[in-house]
């Protein structure tokens, strides 16, 4: 029978042979690979139901150790998770929140105790049933028309904006849904998904190369308030959904909303500076968060609203006191970990903030990030001022040891966006996040795409070792996301995305956020972005 043959990559290159309508998932059996869930094939991310293409290399993705097969788990978890809602509760309604512990936040009507246990025990049986996630290729009016009638209202607005004429809907048992990629093979390969009670509603974990399903939840209760906050405002301003922003832009008040929403940055900025110009002892205002949160604009904005309440105001920047290039810790396959605290030349920025808070002169570093290393020391001296430090490490208090407690108020600010696809998918703010780096760092520090791609994963990781650890010991959290941003990076990121080829390492990246992006009409005139926005320290001025 006619077949052909594969190489596995996974463990080195072995070739397998196989025979005709032999599927992916079937060739990871016969190896003897567990624990994945779809797999890389010529630079693309496919599902295990797939055939394999002769001669191609493959690689089985586990989602403990690949970004993209976790996000295929958490789609097929998700779907796990509404099947049973529907088959348990069917007059009730499962609404996807937002990203939160490590896992997905999920709010259902009348939840009562015990309903979440109930969930688990409903998932438990349909993943020891292993039934199969059937893919459909439908027009687009047929899968809007299932839709309306299974009650997924938001998916189907979505659908008119929609640049193709077809769309995928997967079957699972008697529902249909989709969750905007492949999906896993069945809900046999779902083994990890667990549902907890949270709050007032349900936290879904899955596996992930950063965080395991089995890590017990950590309350947050900062970080949960704030996402309600931004959804008490999402509502308020009728946009909780891609297709709610485009419907904005296409009847012209998208203009208004820009605003609104910038005031709400301003007003929360100036609530901020009054909190800190009442405590008199506070010296020194440590603004801390992941990757491309706007720190940097957010520290200039925070000491004019504190200029404004009599308060000097002198920042420093924390990025400034990186050691040089050739300095920097290296992590065990040899790359540099610019995301570890010892990056950082933490001995000289306590030395520095010794002298300026004793009213002596400091000699401030500058570090030229396009060179790799430190360019130059400019004098300082300050009297009374308040020092704005801002970086991914200002909530470690490794980062000023030697400072007292009572001197310093902690901020951490971060992109937690609750606009959503629809009402089952979110928009995870780490791809907002990663869209803000790819368009700065292109602009800024001369990095083309695949350079910013190739470190992301890197990045990631330091932040939940180095950085979210700390996210619930500030002060106060502020919400860096502007619901309208995705129209103005796809501006700035679609054709660079698209110039990455399937030979390119990080082309599966590059896809996955191109067919996030193509949700998302685009506003070209960005000069309806004020000049002081957060969005403006990426898109530039």
């Given at each position: ?358 009213g002596e002169e400091a000699r401030i570093p500058r570090f030229d990030f396009i060179e790799g290393r430190r360019c130059g020391l400019v004098p300082l001296r300050i009297r009374d001022d308040i020092l704005i430090i801002e970086g991914i490490h200002g909530l470690n208090n490794a980062l000023t040891a030697g400072v007292d407690d009572a001197y310093k108020f902690r901020i951490f600010i971060s992109p937690l966006t609750t606009l959503n696809i629809d009402s089952h998918s979110v928009v995870i703010p780490e791809d907002m996040r990663l869209l803000r780096r790819l368009v700065r760092d292109k602009r ?98």
């Amino acid at each position: 029978m006619q077949g052909g043959h594969i190489v596995v990559l996974n463990g080195g290159q072995k070739e397998v042979a196989y025979e005709e309508g032999t599927r992916l998932w079937q060739l990871a059996e016969q190896a003897g690979i567990k624990d994945v869930v779809c797999a890389l094939m010529n630079g693309r991310i496919v599902s295990l139901a797939d055939e394999p293409e002769p001669g191609a290399e493959v690689r089985f993705l586990s989602p403990r150790d690949s970004e993209e097969a976790s996000r295929v788990f958490l789609r097929g978890a998700t779907f796990l998770l509404y099947r049973a809602a529907r088959e348990l509760f069917p007059e009730r309604t499962l609404i996807v929140e937002h990203m939160l512990c490590g896992g997905l936040y999920c709010e259902m009507t009348d939840l009562q105790p015990g309903d979440a246990a109930l969930l688990q025990r409903r998932m438990d049986e349909l993943i020891a049933a292993d039934e199969d996630f059937v893919l459909f290729k439908l027009p687009v009016e047929k899968a809007r028309k299932i839709m309306l009638e299974e009650g997924l209202a938001s998916k189907a607005a979505l659908l008119e904006y929609r640049p193709f004429s077809f769309y995928r809907l997967y079957a699972f048992g008697p529902y249909h849904n989709y969750f905007h990629g492949i999906m896993p093979k069945s809900s046999g390969y779902l083994k990890g998904a667990r549902v907890h009670p949270y709050d007032d509603g349900l936290i879904l974990t899955y596996p992930t190369p950063y965080i395991e399903a089995c890590t017990p939840i950590i309350h947050q209760p900062k970080y949960g308030r704030v996402f309600r906050q931004a959804e008490k405002w999402a509502s308020i301003l009728g946009v909780s959904y891609v297709a709610d922003l485009n419907n904005l832009l296409r009847n012209g008040g998208i203009e208004e909303f820009i605003n609104v929403n910038e005031a709400l940055h301003e007003r929360t900025i100036a609530e901020i500076a009054q909190t800190i110009a009442s405590q008199p002892r506070v010296r020194i205002v440590l603004v801390a968060g992941p990757s491309s949160s706007g720190k940097t604009t957010f520290a200039s904005r925070l000491a004019v609203h504190l200029k404004v309440l009599g308060k000097r105001c002198q920042p420093i920047s924390v990025d400034d006191y990186y050691r040089d290039r050739e300095d920097i810790p290296r992590m065990p396959d040899g790359k540099p970990d610019f995301e570890c605290i010892e990056a950082l030349d933490t001995e000289k920025l306590s030395e520095d903030l010794n002298l300026l808070l004793s009213g002596e002169e400091a000699r401030i570093p500058r570090f030229d990030f396009i060179e790799g290393r430190r360019c130059g020391l400019v004098p300082l001296r300050i009297r009374d001022d308040i020092l704005i430090i801002e970086g991914i490490h200002g909530l470690n208090n490794a980062l000023t040891a030697g400072v007292d407690d009572a001197y310093k108020f902690r901020i951490f600010i971060s992109p937690l966006t609750t606009l959503n696809i629809d009402s089952h998918s979110v928009v995870i703010p780490e791809d907002m996040r990663l869209l803000r780096r790819l368009v700065r760092d292109k602009r800024t520090r001369g990095y083309s795409f695949a350079q910013t791609l190739a470190i992301w994963n890197s990045v990631r990781r330091g932040e939940y070792k180095y950085i979210l650890p700390y996210q619930e010991n500030a002060d106060v959290m502020f919400n860096s996301t502007l619901l309208y941003e995705g129209l103005i990076l796809k501006k700035y990121a679609y054709s660079e995305l698209k110039s990455i080829t399937p030979d390119m390492e990080n082309y599966p990246e590059a896809l996955g956020l191109l067919k996030f992006l193509n949700y998302f009409l685009t506003l070209d005139d960005d000069s309806l972005v004020p000049r002081q926005s957060i969005l403006r320290e990426f898109i530039g001025r």
